[in-house]
């Protein structure tokens, strides 16, 4: 789902991040001790071997994708993703996953979504698919009301754009709104067909699976190409496979710039030693707090909140996640640098990394 998503201004030390948990003690809510083991997660780590993720032997970790990224790549789609679909068939096994990402552009004259959209083609154990994902130019998540001015132009904007993106993969989808929602509709119901990322106006994203390891190399091809003749963030992803096929996924182009993400298992306390692990550039996240609204505020509405802890080239900040904002937007980041004893800005997350 969309989140609202604040983050302080200024780097934290690492005491100074859990000092943050105490405070939120003694307002009565309830922080992960820092001695209790949590889910930590890495993303946009770059390493410069397949054998880097060794680093993070001290403890356990599942989830692992390498990624290749390409910035201002220009090259086929086609020919691309081909190259992975060969080696992905020759060491394919059930838990390997491989996908690759690429921009496209949407010709409709938009207000409330961004023109770029971004779409995967990927490959599982017996089966392929292709993945549509579109990102609006502010977050208004499911239950909120600040949209409603504008809904049918919202509606009318994101059918439009999603429909777009089906013309050109020829996919049997129907789009139609219903009860103030966009829904989309395989022909064929008996398909593995999903939709996520909703928002107060319905999916942003949705996923059309098929049994046919070939069916979508040549319709994403097509798609990819809306965004020429624009230079292009590509990226593949790339998990559950052994040492020996990363080496042969890594040679379709070796400047591919590697990075890794997964999930770490450690106590709270270890996260400055992951992040000196997975230094100079690597991100990590963990939970510090979760708790309803109406525990602080208890005459507003209530909203579901997550206070976690950001590392980030050798620092520290803190973020917070809401499913929606209980006081009115002027009010929300002088509100919650009370809370959290920081300053906050607005910061949502990029759609597409």
């Known amino acids: 789902m969309r989140e609202r998503r604040w983050e302080t201004t200024t780097p934290l030390s690492f005491q100074h991040a859990l ?40 403890w356990s970790t599942e989830d692992v994708t390498l990624i290749h990224v390409r910035e201002g790549w220009r090259g086929d789609f086609f020919l691309l993703s081909g190259a992975y679909h060969t080696v992905y068939q020759r060491h394919q096994d059930i838990g390997t996953y491989c996908s690759i990402s690429h921009p496209w552009r949407i010709r409709e004259r938009l207000r409330f979504h961004e023109s770029r ?7 599982r154990h017996a089966h392929s698919f292709i993945r549509i994902r579109l990102q609006t130019s502010q977050v208004i998540t499911p239950g909120e009301t600040r949209g409603d001015a504008d809904r049918m132009q919202w509606l009318d904007e994101r ?13 049997p989808i129907e789009t139609r709104v219903e009860k103030e929602s966009v829904i989309l509709q395989p022909a064929d119901a008996s398909l593995p067909f999903f939709c996520s990322w909703p928002d107060a106006f319905g999916p942003c994203q949705f996923e059309y699976n098929t ?42 182009e070796p400047r591919a710039r590697l990075t890794y993400r997964c999930s770490v298992h450690c106590p709270l306390e270890d996260l400055p030693e992951v992040l000196t692990a997975i230094k100079p550039d690597g991100v990590l996240y963990a939970t510090l707090c979760e708790f309803q609204t109406q525990m602080l505020l208890p005459d507003r509405g209530d909203a579901s909140a997550i206070i ?46």
């Open 19 to 58: 000092a943050v948990g105490e405070r939120l003690a003694v307002l009565g809510l309830k922080p992960v001790p820092p001695a209790q083991d949590v889910i930590c997660y890495v993303e946009e780590w770059t390493v410069p071997s397949l054998d880097a993720v060794d680093r993070l032997d001290s």
């Open 117 to 123: 959209g971004m779409c995967w083609i990927g490959f």
């Open 211 to 252: 049994s046919d390891a070939f069916e979508f190399l040549v319709p994403s091809s097509k798609l990819a190409e809306t965004f020429h003749p624009e230079p292009a963030g590509v990226r593949a992803y790339l998990a559950g496979f052994s040492g020996a096929a990363l080496a042969e996924f890594q040679t379709i």
């Open 308 to 353: 976690g802890i950001v590392g980030d080239h050798g620092h520290f900040k803190i973020e917070v996640r809401l499913n929606q904002a209980p006081l009115p937007e002027e009010s929300m980041a002088p509100w919650l640098g009370r809370l959290i004893g920081h300053p906050v800005v607005y910061a949502p997350l990029p759609a597409f990394v």
């Open 159 to 171: 059918r439009a754009a999603f429909f777009e993106a089906i013309t050109v993969l020829d996919l």
